[in-house]
């Protein structure tokens, strides 16, 4: 496992909120500025789509276009800041022990899912479900679903330009640590996906971690 760390670790132990979310179920919580979120892959192979709203105005929420374009490089990993769709610093990843994250595939969606892998797979669980089911808890609607973040999603980009969905390269206990540089809605799909290998076609749970800032 390579180690990309660029903050000291700290003991789960430590952690002012501590979550596990069952294997494709969605998942939200508020962090606050300052505080810093870990998401751990407990089993391995497990791809978290996450998004991120300000916490007292959805309308400002991350901008995959935005992040990409400021950081100049096609993968998320440690020092990558997080840029909303105002042009503003949301959350900045501060250590990550599994050094790719996607933020270009998107997620998966029930329509996608039939198009690529026939329409027996139609009626299967999705992360757009999810994330919809979600923003529902906070006021939000369908149209307020954008392109996500993949964490621990393995996403090479082919000669030709093309995006390819591989096996994953997380391992069990594998984590990505962000620090909130706003208040900000964390809210995730834990993928349900098991028509490809992003989960290794075996969904499992993942642990959602918030730490306090320095002041805490």
């Given at each position: 496992?390579?180690?990309?760390?660029?903050?000291?670790?700290?003991?789960?132990?430590?952690?002012?909120?501590?979550?596990?979310?069952?294997?494709?179920?969605?998942?939200?919580?508020?962090?606050?500025?300052?505080?810093?979120v870990r998401i751990v892959d407990l089993e391995g192979q497990q791809a978290v789509d996450t998004l991120f709203y300000r916490a007292d105005d959805f309308s400002e929420r991350y901008s995959s276009q935005d992040t990409l374009r400021v950081q100049g490089s096609a993968y998320v990993s440690t020092?990558?800041?997080?840029?909303?769709?105002?042009?503003?610093?949301?959350?900045?990843?501060?250590?990550?022990?599994?050094?790719?994250?996607?933020?270009?595939?998107?997620?998966?969606?029930?329509?996608?899912?039939?198009?690529?892998?026939?329409?027996?797979?139609?009626?299967?669980?999705?992360?757009?479900?999810?994330?919809?089911?979600?923003?529902?808890?906070?006021?939000?609607?369908?149209?307020?679903?954008?392109?996500?973040?993949?964490?621990?999603?393995?996403?090479?980009?082919?000669?030709?330009?093309?995006?390819?969905?591989?096996?994953?390269?997380?391992?069990?206990?594998?984590?990505?640590?962000?620090?909130?540089?706003?208040?900000?809605?964390?809210?995730?799909?834990?993928?349900?996906?098991?028509?490809?290998?992003?989960?290794?076609?075996?969904?499992?749970?993942?642990?959602?971690?918030?730490?306090?800032?320095?002041?805490?």
């Open positions: 496992m390579s180690t990309f760390f660029a903050t000291p670790v700290r003991d789960a132990s430590a952690a002012i909120a501590d979550y596990v979310v069952p294997a494709n179920a969605p998942f939200s919580c508020v962090v606050k500025k300052g505080e810093s020092g990558t800041k997080l840029i909303s769709s105002e042009g503003n610093l949301m959350l900045t990843v501060t250590a990550d022990t599994c050094g790719r994250h996607d933020t270009s595939a998107g997620a998966c969606s029930c329509e996608a899912n039939t198009v690529r892998f026939g329409h027996q797979v139609k009626y299967l669980h999705a992360c757009r479900e999810n994330f919809v089911i979600e923003v529902m808890k906070h006021g939000m609607s369908k149209r307020d679903v954008v392109p996500n973040i993949n964490f621990f999603m393995n996403v090479p980009v082919e000669p030709s330009g093309e995006l390819a969905i591989v096996d994953g390269i997380s391992g069990p206990g594998d984590y990505v640590e962000l620090l909130a540089e706003m208040d900000v809605l964390l809210v995730i799909s834990n993928c349900p996906q098991i028509n490809n290998p992003c989960n290794g076609f075996n969904p499992t749970p993942i642990q959602v971690l918030v730490f306090a800032g320095e002041e805490g």
